[in-house]
């Protein structure tokens, strides 16, 4: 509670989430590359949800992302 109040509260954590799901939903929108899963209009700040164009570019994005977490 002492960071979150730290940080300004409730509303600061929130306006601090928006602005990171922006920058990730303007990536994902930008690029062609990677597709939105939910409806713009349903979009969420905290569980930001895509795909890529294959399921194996799924399965491989999945395996060096596990690579790397084991790694960092």
């Known amino acids: 509670m002492k ?3 730290g940080l300004g509260g409730l509303k600061a954590i929130d306006a601090i989430n928006g602005r990171k799901a ?3 939903y ?3 929108d ?3 590359f990677f597709r939105g899963h939910a ?3 349903c979009r969420s700040n905290m569980n930001v949800t ?3 164009p ?3 570019l799924e399965a491989e994005f999945v ?7 084991s790694t960092g």
């Open 3 to 5: 960071w979150i109040k």
């Open 30 to 32: 930008r690029t062609g």
């Open 22 to 24: 922006a920058k990730l």
């Open 39 to 41: 409806e713009k209009s």
């Open 63 to 69: 395996k060096q992302s596990k690579a790397a977490a």
């Open 26 to 28: 303007a990536e994902i």
């Open 54 to 56: 294959s399921e194996e």
């Open 50 to 52: 895509f795909r890529l």
